[in-house]
T-cell receptor, first 114, second 109 residues
Framework: DTEVTQTPKHLVMGMTNKKSLKCEQH?????MYWYKQKAKKPPELMFV???????INESVPSRFSPECPNSSLLNLHLHALQPEDSALYLC?????????????FGQGTRLTVV | QKEVEQDPGPLSVPEGAIVSLNCTYS??????FMWYRQYSRKGPELLMY????GNKEDGRFTAQVDKSSKYISLFIRDSQPSDSATYLC?????????FGTGTSLTVIP
């Protein structure tokens, strides 16, 4: 099973709302990622968690707040977003090192900020 | 994030053709290389993963890595209309990997 599950699939939120994106995997992976993808562009790395600790933050604005409550779950908390934050948000997971670090992606949450 | 360069396409081929997709990179620290297929409005699907120079084959797909030239390729044999998608190369080291810009492929029946 190479499934990464993301919820919700679609989300519309106002600029004053607080919402959360959720990601779950049961492959025993200890690295989990958030990527942001705009239309016709490649995914851009936002955050990496390794062994439930934040290891990489690609200078993402503080209105995006990641959380890794356990080794299977990854959340992205959203607050005071801007319309330009509308995008497909992708979660991925992989082993946390070595040579078996192929990353598997979920189907994404399509976020619209109004 | 221009460490990975990918032919932008778009690429249009007849059904049954052999497709060649390519990426180059500048960071010699990259240890592993992946190819993803992404259909419109879906998440990327991992096609191939390799960490050594040479060829790796899986069905109609062959991934080729030349670390000395910092060049990777994906070949698709007997291309099908269902192969029409955007193909993304990705590469990295540790738990940090980056994507090429993607090549849009259309296979015409």
């Amino acid at each position: 099973d190479t499934e990464v599950t993301q919820t919700p699939k679609h989300l519309v939120m106002g600029m004053t709302n607080k919402k959360s994106l959720k990601c779950e995997q049961h492959m025993g992976h200890r690295a989990m990622y958030w990527y942001k993808q705009k239309a016709k562009k490649p995914p851009e790395l936002m955050f990496v968690y390794s062994y439930e600790k934040l290891s990489i933050n690609e200078s993402v604005p503080s209105r995006f707040s990641p959380e890794c409550p356990n080794s299977s779950l990854l959340n992205l908390h959203l607050h005071a977003l801007q319309p330009e934050d509308s995008a497909l948000y992708l979660c991925a997971s992989s082993h946390a090192g070595g040579l078996n670090t192929e990353a598997f992606f979920g189907q994404g949450t399509r976020l619209t900020v109004v | 994030q221009k460490e990975v360069e990918q032919d932008p396409g778009p690429l249009s081929v007849p059904e049954g053709a052999i497709v060649s997709l390519n990426c180059t990179y500048s960071n010699s620290a990259f240890q592993y290389f992946m190819w993803y297929r992404q259909y419109s409005r879906k998440g990327p699907e991992l096609l191939m993963y390799t960490y050594s120079s040479g060829n790796k084959e899986d069905g109609r797909f062959t991934a080729q890595v030349d670390k000395s030239s910092k060049y990777i390729s994906l070949f698709i044999r007997d291309s099908q209309p269902s192969d029409s998608a955007t193909y993304l190369c990705a590469m990295g080291a540790g738990n940090q990997f980056y994507f090429g810009t993607g090549t849009s492929l259309t296979v015409i029946p």
